[in-house]
């Protein structure tokens, strides 16, 4: 699962994801790739699931590229928890994903295998995505 090898902070606050993405939002690596079109959280789990679909769709042909990462540590207190009594222990950690930001890129593989593989990955995904060429 992916996450940050250390951090400054422990905690971080909840924060908003406004406006559309300006990093990570052309193609720089591969041919194809999966935009975000909506702003979300997307955890470490999800972002390795994805991943793993395209793999395998691919049959392990051609290169994927993983433009996000998940560095924001999202806390959870425990079940049956009273209220107060501080802010709960870091559960998981995520990636802020403003619409516009590159997901995924690959390349080595046909135009339908990629679209296949991308809408595969899509699904594993709680976001709304689209599929792009770098050549369009």
Same mark, same amino acid.
């Given at each position: 699962?992916?996450?940050?090898?250390?951090?400054?902070?422990?905690?971080?606050?909840?924060?908003?994801?406004?406006?559309?993405?300006?990093?990570?939002?052309?193609?720089?690596?591969?041919?194809?790739?999966?935009?975000?079109?909506?702003?979300?959280? !997307?955890? $470490?789990?999800?972002?390795?699931? @994805?991943?793993? %679909? /395209?793999?395998?769709?691919?049959?392990?042909?051609?290169?994927?590229?993983?433009?996000?990462?998940?560095?924001?540590?999202?806390?959870?207190?425990?079940?049956?928890?009273?209220?107060?009594?501080?802010?709960?222990?870091?559960?998981?950690?995520?990636?802020?994903?403003?619409?516009?930001?590159?997901?995924?890129? !690959?390349? $080595?593989?046909?135009?339908?295998? @990629?679209?296949? %593989? /991308?809408?595969?990955?899509?699904?594993?995904?709680?976001?709304?995505?689209?599929?792009?060429?770098?050549?369009?």
């Amino acid at each position: 699962m992916l996450q940050p090898v250390r951090t400054k902070y422990r905690k971080a606050h909840k924060g908003r994801i406004h406006g559309t993405a300006t990093r990570a939002s052309k193609i720089n690596y591969g041919s194809f790739a999966l935009k975000a079109m909506a702003p979300e959280r !997307i955890i $470490g789990k999800q972002i390795e699931a @994805a991943r793993v %679909a /395209l793999t395998r769709h691919m049959k392990r042909q051609g290169r994927v590229w993983t433009r996000i990462f998940p560095n924001i540590p999202v806390s959870k207190k425990p079940v049956e928890v009273r209220m107060g009594k501080g802010k709960g222990a870091p559960e998981y950690w995520a990636c802020r994903v403003k619409p516009g930001r590159i997901l995924f890129e !690959i390349d $080595g593989v046909s135009e339908t295998i @990629a679209k296949e %593989a /991308l809408y595969k990955a899509s699904a594993k995904l709680p976001i709304k995505t689209k599929f792009i060429k770098r050549f369009a």
